[in-house]
Antibody, heavy 117, light 113 residues
């Protein structure tokens, strides 16, 4: 089971990025999928989740209205569209699956997003 | 949101000794209809993503050494590491998945004394 995040990088404040999370060794379609971020050297913060069909999403208040989670089960891939990026969004972004509202396992290696001018 | 508070923030334990990490939730995470505590523990080593250790507060994930154990119910939980090994140096997080948004404790850094 492996998850690989990509799409991170340096972006200016107010800019946009789209992160991807590709799964190998298992099928994402049976799982809820989550994004969790971690400021380097700091703790974990749940960002969003999407149900297995892609019909229901939830977001942390700090990203609501700016971030959009989606999935393409045919491509076995999860996405996070991030708009209106702020300096405080700088973090490593991890994706992870769960069986509905359960624990997260396994986690991808993460992709670093840096918001700076 | 449910606030998860871990204690201590850091601790140093001698090799072969026991480490105890506490996690307290601001609301119960015990779901009465199935009598399950919606609480997980993760281990994060430097430069690595978190790794699941314990779920349902006390069920050890497959492959996790049996020196790791979880206990507690309702709002108070404990992660115990018996006979501490050098490879156990890490930051440990608790997480509640009882209610959205899922929330994590601030982390406890475990070092060797």
């Amino acid at each position: 089971l492996q998850l690989v995040e990509s799409g991170g990088g340096l972006v200016q404040p107010g800019g946009s990025l789209r992160l991807s999370c590709a799964a190998s060794g298992f099928t994402l379609s049976g799982y809820w999928m989550h994004w969790v971020r971690q400021v380097p050297g700091k703790g974990l913060m749940w960002v969003s989740r999407i149900n297995s069909e892609g019909t229901s999403t939830s977001y942390a208040d700090s990203v609501k209205g700016r971030f959009t989670t989606s999935r393409d089960n045919a491509k076995n891939t999860l996405y996070l569209q991030m708009n209106g990026l702020r300096a405080e969004d700088t973090a490593v972004y991890y994706c992870a699956p769960s069986f509905e509202a359960e624990w997260l396992d396994p986690w991808g290696q993460g992709t670093l997003v840096t918001v700076s001018s | 949101d449910i606030v998860m508070t871990q204690s201590p923030d850091s601790l140093a334990v001698s090799l072969g000794e026991r480490a105890t990490i506490n996690c307290k939730s601001s609301q119960t995470v015990l779901y009465s209809s199935n009598n399950k505590n919606y609480l997980a523990w993760y281990q994060q080593k430097p430069g690595q993503p978190p790794k699941l250790l314990i779920y349902w507060a006390s069920t050890r994930e497959s492959g996790v050494p049996d020196r790791f154990s979880g206990s507690g119910s309702g709002t108070d939980f404990t992660l115990t590491i018996n006979s501490l090994q050098a490879e156990d140096v890490a930051v440990y997080y608790c997480q509640q998945y009882y209610r959205t948004p899922s929330t994590f404790g601030q982390g406890t850094k475990l070092e060797i004394k």
